[in-house]
């Protein structure tokens, strides 16, 4: 056996500096990621919301009396304080694709639509629309303060 090979101390790994400092720096950055990814998901109510801007997926419905009520009808919901009140009780078939959102009666609990190709500067009353069913819409504005 020769002895010189017993005695000698191995040589040290000539990258062995860069490679601990690389190890490290990953192993900081993956605890890193997991500590924003455990913060996220604390915070996931806060960053998310969903916000429908047109009627698909609304299912707050307006009800329909039964009877059906003489002219002049009530109001039936509100928009920015002002009442609004059916032009008649007849349902309106529309693509709820394209009924976009204008506001809410947190009241009444109903969603105030508008068609997105009807918004005119005419001098004609606003119609807005309240969800009556699936695809179905009852057209409303706004009171006539002079009644």
């Known amino acids: ?7 000698e101390l191995p040589q040290d790994f000539p ?3 860069l490679a601990w400092r690389l190890g490290t ?12 990814v455990v913060w996220d998901n604390t915070r996931r109510s806060t960053l998310e ?4 801007a047109t009627a698909v997926g609304d299912t707050r419905y307006v009800s329909m009396p039964e009877p059906l ?10 928009l920015d304080g002002r009442p609004l009140v059916p032009t008649g009780y007849k349902r309106y078939e529309k693509d ?3 009924m976009q959102s204008v506001g ?6 109903l969603t105030i639509y508008q068609e997105l ?14 969800k009556a069913g699936p695809g179905e819409f009852l057209k409303v504005r706004p009171a006539d303060p002079a009644k």
Request: positive net charge; charged residues 25%; aromatic residues 6%.
């Open 117 to 130: 190709a009807k918004k005119k500067a005419t001098g004609k009353p606003v119609d807005y629309f309240l």
């Open 96 to 98: 709820e694709a394209r």
């Open 69 to 78: 009520p003489p002219k002049p009808f009530l109001p039936v919901a509100q």
């Open 25 to 36: 720096a990953l192993l900081v950055g993956l605890v890193l990621t997991l500590a924003l």
């Open 49 to 52: 919301g969903i916000v429908e």
């Open 104 to 109: 809410r009666d947190e009241s009444a609990g």
């Open 1 to 7: 056996m020769n002895e010189s090979t017993s005695t």
């Open 15 to 17: 990258g062995r500096g």
